[in-house]
């Protein structure tokens, strides 16, 4: 099927800034056939973001709505009315925030939109009552979407719900990357070391927002055991968020300040992780993280949460730890693997071979949001 002008595909997020299911989607948007497919953005902000810029000069429009804090409900539910009266052209929806995806859903259907998708990300919740408020208003989404999409059997079972995975109803999509971007560089690892000052350091990288369910007080607490056994090592992270400070406190208090580097967020991602020797991901929840297939790209041994899907361990680069463990024991974990480590390997055609590569995805993609059949990756099994 081809047509004259593009089809457009509305993506729902809660900002254009990086973050993981933004950084996916900007993903598939750079490699997707534009001239068969084109993407806008309804998000939850009036503010600018990161990929605000790109999405434009790539052909997308950005629009806004109120972001949902419970108290205004209704006012969210006229703002979502008013948006899709003016806006009920498009060929699909996807949700990728599934906290209100039950609302939004529903009302893009109404309005005349033919396809909608609910796209669940994570395995979690905020903690407190915001973490219950989204339990619960998720509860219904499994019945108003079309399209029940996941990165992962834990992502699915937590936003759809264990009937609707043994159903069949749910659909894992990779959480695909472009794996030669992410390609060890040996030029690329000696610039960004001479720039940052750890050359002869051994760096352990982390790269994800400082919020709870990374778990930036717990990889603290590894550095600092790693630094007890050595003293030529260096933590780099990649990433902002609202818990950066009460972090940059803890690494005070501990007396290793000099050895961590908050960069804040980064553009050129991918180069740093050429300077990274060891990537470390503690998470307490995760649907799929994008950033440990990245590390895996460039031929970075991960430690991993146990928490973390093992759909993560795209190679055998990945290994899992306990986050109840003492960070003595994650420590040692790195310490008995630093010297392999060190060997850097390419392991693109192992990402490809498990279907997260972005090329193919697109392809497979472009053709899913023209046909609405057979969309990539493959239903969602409880193992």
């Not at 089809?7 to 056939?33: F, K, P």
Request: aromatic share 10%.
């Amino acid at each position: 099927m081809t047509t004259e002008k593009p089809i457009r595909v509305l993506h729902v997020l809660g900002t254009t800034n990086l973050g993981g299911a933004e950084s996916r989607v900007m993903e598939l948007y750079r490699s997707i056939d534009r001239e068969r497919v084109q993407f806008d953005f309804l998000v939850h902000t009036q503010k600018e973001g990161h990929y605000s810029a790109e999405i434009r000069a790539l052909g997308g429009n950005i629009y806004s709505v109120p972001r949902f804090n419970v108290e205004n409900y209704r006012a969210y539910r006229r703002a979502l009315a008013s948006f899709f009266a003016r806006h009920h052209d498009y060929a699909a929806v996807q949700g990728h925030m599934t906290s209100t995806a039950s609302i939004y859903l529903p009302i893009a259907k109404k309005a005349g939109i033919p396809l909608t998708i609910a796209h669940a990300r994570s395995a979690g919740v905020d903690r407190g009552v915001k973490g219950l408020v989204t339990k619960i208003i998720r509860l219904p989404l499994k019945n108003r979407a079309d399209y029940l999409f996941t990165c992962s059997m834990e992502a699915g079972v937590a936003v759809y719900g264990k009937k609707a995975v043994k159903q069949g109803r749910v659909w894992t999509i990779p959480n695909a990357i472009d794996a030669q971007r992410f390609r060890f560089n040996k030029s690329i690892r000696e610039n960004m070391c001479n720039e940052l000052g750890i050359s002869d350091k051994f760096v352990i990288g982390h790269v994800g927002r400082f919020g709870f369910m990374k778990n930036h007080a717990y990889l603290i607490e590894v550095f600092y055991e790693l630094c007890r056994l050595h003293d030529d090592v260096a933590l780099v992270l990649i990433g902002k968020g609202e818990l950066e400070q009460e972090i940059r406190q803890k690494v005070q208090d501990l007396g290793i300040a000099e050895k961590v580097y908050f960069l804040g967020t980064r553009s050129n991602v991918e180069d740093y992780y050429q300077a990274f020797d060891y990537f470390v991901f503690p998470s307490i929840f995760e649907g799929l993280p994008g950033s440990v297939a990245e590390a895996q790209a460039a031929g970075l041994h991960c430690l991993v949460s146990d928490k973390v899907t093992r759909e993560a361990a795209l190679t055998d680069l990945a290994v899992y730890r306990s986050i109840d463990e003492p960070p003595i024991e994650w420590a040692r974990e790195v310490q008995k693997n630093a010297k392999e480590a060190m060997i850097r390997r390419d392991m693109r055609q192992e990402i490809i071979d498990k279907g997260f590569d972005v090329a193919i995805q697109a392809k497979q993609m472009a053709e899913f949001n023209e046909t609405w059949k057979n969309p990539p990756g493959h239903r969602c099994e409880i193992s």
